[in-house]
T-cell receptor
Framework: SAVISQKPSRDICQRGTSLTIQCQVD?????MFWYRQQPGQSLTLIAT?????????ESGFVIDKFPISRPNLTFSTLTVSNMSPEDSSIYLC???????????FGQGTRLTVV | AQTVTQSQPEMSVQEAETVTLSCTYD???????LFWYKQPPSRQMILVIR??????QNATENRFSVNFQKAAKSFSLKISDSQLGDTAMYFC??????????FGAGTQVVVTP
């Protein structure tokens, strides 16, 4: 199994600013994903973080708002840009072990925009 | 597109009793995987159980078992001998060969003493 460290665990940010969330996996993984989870709701996929190429975004999410980096097979970042109160949510990093087809998750970042 | 439906927003069960959570899904794929994940208040997503679609035998993990009905596209989770630590949000999830996970809306399970 993979262990994922995600930070920060929570933050309160001013509107108009940006926050970068980091995700570190303790082993090399092929696929990494970023999700958003509104309180009490399900996980919505933002994008697939591709190593060495641009991330693949889901409908409704764009690179200018959520730029993603994936410099190697163990690390990825998600930036939430030009934040507004509507961006207040939990953001989760996930890595997939293709050998066992299992997804592992970071502990999430609770973001509050004021 | 694949969809995962959980129709029970909340389920309450007494300690030591059994509770069953329902999940249905829709896909045109033949090779896929189904999961139940648990998310306690700590927010950490924890894998409860996994089922490969090509396996007819229902998966079991200690007190957790599934009833996988492939033709009906149904994947229910049974929690036996419920414990207070089972209180959490439970998500049914689906993935195919492309690797992306699709999650249901979740069912909040509350175990009462």
């Amino acid at each position: 199994s993979a262990v994922i460290s995600q930070k920060p665990s929570r933050d309160i940010c001013q509107r108009g600013t940006s926050l970068t969330i980091q995700c570190q996996v303790d082993s090399q993984v092929t696929m990494m994903f970023w999700y958003r989870q509104q309180p009490g709701q399900s996980l919505t996929l933002i994008a697939t973080a591709n190593q060495g190429s641009e991330a693949t975004y889901e409908s409704g999410f764009v690179i200018d708002k959520f730029p993603i980096s994936r410099p190697n097979l163990t690390f990825s970042t998600l930036t939430v840009s030009n934040m507004s109160p509507e961006d207040s949510s939990i953001y989760l990093c996930s890595a997939e072990d293709r050998a066992n087809t299992e997804a592992f998750f970071g502990q999430g970042t609770r973001l509050t925009v004021v | 597109a694949q969809t995962v439906t959980q129709s029970q927003p909340e389920m309450s069960v007494q300690e030591a009793e059994t509770v069953t959570l329902s999940c249905t899904y829709d896909t045109s794929e033949n090779n896929y995987y189904l999961f139940w994940y648990k998310q306690p208040p700590s927010r950490q997503m924890i894998l409860v159980i996994r089922q490969e679609a090509y396996k007819q035998q229902n998966a079991t993990e200690n007190r957790f078992s599934v009833n996988f009905q492939k033709a009906a596209k149904s994947f229910s989770l049974k929690i036996s001998d419920s414990q207070l630590g089972d209180t959490a949000m439970y998500f049914c999830a689906f993935t195919d060969s492309w690797g992306k996970f699709q999650f249901g809306a979740g069912t909040q399970v509350v175990v009462t003493p």
